[in-house]
C-alpha cells in the first residue's frame, strides 16, 4: 500500500480513537452525575447599605481568605485590593470583606486594568485591576471547589463595598470578541464539578436570622414554596432574567390594601446591588403610603426615629405579583414584610448612620430592577442551559432540613432533568441518546469513511498503473507522419515556433527512425510536455560560444542530461508557464490583521504554489521516476530552445534565489 494511504488510514484510526475517549468521558459523566455544590455561607453580616449575609472565598497561593457577596448579574470574582482602605479607618479592611493582595500571590497573572460594566446602567461604575489567580469556595479545607487560573478583578471603588462572586456563565473578554475567558460556574461544570450550568439562591435574611442560600448545580427544595410559573430570558444578554411586574401592592395591619404601581413594567432581577428601583410614579405612591421622605443630597429615602416608629406600627407587607408579561397569563405573588425593607446605611455612603427605606428613582426602563431587598423574600433558580428561570417565596422553617435537588444538563445522557419550575414532582424529559449509540455511531461513521477512502484510493492506484503502462516506452509508439513537433509544442505551451533571430540560435529537428518525446518535470513538478527540436539546419551540432546543444540518443536513456542553467525548481515552473495563462509576478502573501490588545500577529510569509495540471500543462508518469537533477536540465535547455528571446530572465531568478 502506497505511504499516503498508510497515513490516512492511520490518521483516520487516531481520529476514532480520540472520539470513542470522548464517549468515555460522557459515559463517566453520565455515570457519575456530579452532585450540586452548596456553598456555606460565613455566619457574618456584612455591607454599609445593610446587613447582608456574606460567604468566604479563597483566593491566590498561598490562599487569601475574603468575603463577597453573590451577583446574579456577573461572572467574574470580585476581592477589594489594599487600595480600597487607603483612606480608611483601621477597621476598614474588615468592614469590606478583608484586602486581597496580588502581590503576595504566587499564581497572579496581570491582565491589567478595565471597567466593571455590569451595572453602568445604575450609574454605579467603577474599575478593577484584573488578572487571574486560583479561587476556591468557603475557607480552608473546602479544596474540592478550588480553581487554576480563575478571572479575578481587584476593586477599589465604593459602589461595591464588598467584593462579588459572578454565578453567571458567560465568558469575559479582556481583548477582543473571539478570545473570551471561561467564568468559574462555566469552569466548575466542564470539569465535572457540577452537573450543569444552574443554581439556586436566596439573598437571606437576618431579620429572621436566616442567612443566605446558594447550590451551584441544582436548588434547596426545603426553601421555597413551589409554584408551576416558569420565566423565560429576556432577549437582552445583559439583562435576560427579567420578570414582568404587573401590580405591587401594600397591605397594613388593618388589612387595608394600597395599590404602588400605576402600569406594569418589565424589571431585571440583580442580586449585586440591594435597591429596589422603580419608575417615578410607583416611588411617589410608596412615599404616600408609608410617609417616606426623599433626601436629594443622598437620593435615598432616610427615616428617622419617628418615621420608624410609624412604620413599625403600621406593620405593612409589600406583595409582587410577577409574570411573564406586564398583563395576563399565570403570575406569583411574592410578600415581602416591612422587615425587608427596614435597613441601615453607614458611612461612608452617608455622613452618619441612620435607617433607610431600600427604594431608588429609576431615570428609565432601563433601571428597573429587584435587587437583593426582594431576594431576602424570594428563592431563585436560574437553568442558564435552558434560557428560563424561577421565583417562589420562601420558606424559613428550621425543622425542615435540607433538600437539595439537582438540575441535570440539557446535554445529560439520563432523562431525569429537573426543570427549574419549582415542582418536586414535575421531571423534564429529555430525549436524548446514550454515550452507547453515540459511540456505535461514531465507530460505524470511522469505519465507513475509512472502506470509502481505501476503495477510492485503490480505483485511483488501478488507474493511474493503466496510464503507466499506456506510456511506459514512449521511444516505441508509432508516430503517424502528420505529426508536428511545433504543433505538440504550441498545444501546451501556447507558443509557435520561433525563427532565427535573436541573440540565440533556436534548436532544429533531429533525423531519425523515431520521434523522441523528452518529458518535463520531475516527481515535486507537476507541469509536462512534450517537445522535439529540428536538426537539419546549421547550428545544430558542436558548440558556438557559451551555447549549450541538444543530441538524441538513441535506446532507453534518450534524453541526454546538459548542464543547467542554474534553474530552481520554483524559478522554472514561473518560466514554463503560458502567456495566456494568469501567471504571478509575485509570490502571494498573507493578509496581516489589525492587532487588537495583547494579541500579536504574526508576521506574514511569503510561499509559492505552483499552477496545477489543469492550467494548461500535461501529467506524464513516466516522469515521476525519472531523477529530477536529470529533468530540471533537460526543461532548462527546453525553455532555450522552445522561447530562445528570454536572455534576462536567468538573471532575475538568480537574483530572487527562489
Known amino acids: ?57 479563597r483566593v491566590g497561593t498561598p490562599s487569601q481568605n475574603v468575603r463577597v457577596f453573590i451577583s446574579t448579574a456577573g461572572q467574574e470574582t470580585w476581592v477589594v485590593i489594599a487600595r480600597g482602605c487607603a483612606y480608611g479607618s483601621s477597621t476598614c479592611a474588615d468592614a469590606r470583606g478583608g484586602l486581597f493582595s496580588p502581590n503576595t500571590s504566587s499564581t497572579w497573572q496581570y491582565t491589567g486594568q478595565y471597567t466593571l460594566y455590569i451595572e453602568d446602567n445604575l450609574d454605579l461604575g467603577g474599575g478593577g485591576v484584573f488578572g487571574n489567580d486560583t479561587v476556591g469556595l468557603g475557607g480552608q479545607g473546602s479544596e474540592a471547589s478550588t480553581l487554576d487560573h480563575q478571572i479575578v478583578g481587584g476593586i477599589v471603588t465604593e ?28 469552569s466548575l461544570y466542564t470539569q465535572g464539578k457540577i452537573p450543569s450550568l444552574s443554581f439556586g439562591y436566596t439573598a437571606g435574611a437576618q431579620y429572621r436570622k436566616w442567612p443566605f442560600t446558594l447550590t451551584l448545580g441544582g436548588y434547596d427544595l426545603a426553601r421555597f414554596t413551589p409554584n408551576n410559573l416558569t420565566f423565560t430570558f429576556a432577549p437582552d444578554n445583559s439583562r435576560d432574567v427579567v420578570v414582568g411586574i404587573q401590580s405591587i401592592t401594600s397591605t397594613d395591619s388593618k388589612q387595608t390594601q394600597t395599590s404602588l404601581l400605576p402600569s406594569g413594567i418589565l424589571a431585571y432581577v440583580d442580586s449585586t446591588v440591594p435597591y429596589i428601583w422603580l419608575p417615578s410614579e410607583a416611588c411617589q405612591a410608596f412615599e404616600k403610603a408609608f410617609g417616606l421622605i426623599y433626601d436629594s443630597a443622598s437620593q435615598l429615602y432616610l427615616v428617622d426615629d419617628s418615621l420608624h416608629k410609624s412604620l413599625l406600627a403600621l406593620n405593612a407587607s409589600v406583595s409582587f405579583t410577577l409574570g411573564n408579561t406586564i398583563t395576563g397569563g399565570q403570575t406569583v405573588d411574592i410578600v415581602l414584610p416591612y422587615g425587608s425593607f427596614d435597613l441601615t446605611i453607614k458611612p461612608p455612603l452617608v455622613e452618619n448612620s441612620t435607617r433607610y427605606f431600600p427604594l431608588k428613582r429609576a431615570a428609565n426602563q432601563t433601571q428597573y430592577t429587584l435587587g437583593r431587598t426582594f431576594l431576602q423574600e424570594a428563592y431563585l433558580i436560574v437553568d442558564w442551559e435552558r434560557s428560563n428561570f424561577s421565583i417562589s417565596q420562601c420558606l424559613f422553617s428550621e425543622s425542615l432540613s435540607q433538600q437539595i435537588v439537582t438540575i441535570r444538563s440539557i446535554n445529560a445522557t439520563s432523562n431525569s432533568n429537573v426543570p427549574p419550575s419549582n415542582s418536586d414532582s414535575a421531571s423534564t424529559q429529555n430525549s436524548s441518546i446514550s454515550s452507547g449509540a453515540i459511540a456505535g455511531i461514531v465507530v460505524g461513521t470511522i469505519l465507513f469513511v475509512a472502506l470509502l477512502v481505501v476503495g477510492l484510493a485503490l480505483f485511483l492506484m488501478r488507474k493511474r498503473k493503466k496510464k503507466t503502462y499506456s506510456y511506459t516506452d514512449t521511444a516505441e509508439l508509432p508516430v503517424p507522419s502528420s505529426y508536428r513537433p511545433a504543433e505538440h509544442i504550441t498545444r501546451f505551451f501556447g507558443r509557435k515556433e520561433l525563427g532565427d533571430t535573436g541573440k540565440y540560435s533556436r534548436g532544429h529537428e533531429l533525423e531519425g527512425k523515431h520521434i523522441t518525446l523528452p518529458e518535463l518535470g520531475s516527481a515535486s513538478v507537476p507541469e509536462k510536455a512534450y517537445a522535439e527540436l529540428d536538426a537539419n539546419e546549421p547550428g545544430s551540432r558542436g558548440s558556438q560560444g557559451s551555447q549549450t546543444h541538444i543530441h538524441e540518443l538513441v535506446g532507453e536513456d534518450f534524453i541526454a542530461e546538459l548542464p543547467s542553467a542554474d534553474l530552481t525548481t520554483r524559478s522554472l515552473h514561473e518560466e514554463i508557464r503560458s502567456p495566456a495563462l494568469s501567471s504571478p509576478t509575485s509570490s502571494p502573501t498573507s493578509s496581516p490583521c489589525l492587532p487588537s490588545r495583547n494579541s500579536p500577529v504574526s508576521p506574514a510569509r511569503t510561499s509559492f504554489v505552483p499552477p496545477s495540471p489543469q492550467e494548461g500543462f500535461i501529467v506524464s508518469p513516466v516522469a515521476q521516476r525519472r531523477p529530477a537533477a536529470k529533468l530540471a536540465s533537460l526543461m532548462s535547455a527546453m525553455k532555450y530552445a522552445v522561447d530562445p528571446a528570454q536572455p534576462s530572465r536567468h538573471g532575475e531568478r538568480s537574483h530572487s534565489g527562489g
Open 159 to 186: 459602589n461595591f463595598y464588598l467584593g462579588m462572586f459572578g454565578v453567571n456563565p458567560k465568558s469575559t473578554n479582556f481583548t477582543n470578541l473571539t478570545e473570551g475567558q471561561p467564568s468559574y460556574l462555566s
Open 1 to 57: 500500500m502506497r505511504p499516503w494511504l498508510l497515513a490516512a488510514v492511520g490518521l483516520l484510526l487516531h481520529s476514532s480513537q480520540a472520539l470513542l475517549a470522548q464517549g468515555d468521558v460522557l459515559v463517566d459523566r453520565a455515570t457519575t452525575n456530579p452532585a450540586p455544590i452548596v456553598v456555606p455561607a460565613s455566619q457574618n453580616w456584612d455591607g454599609v447599605d445593610g446587613a447582608w449575609s456574606s460567604f468566604t472565598l
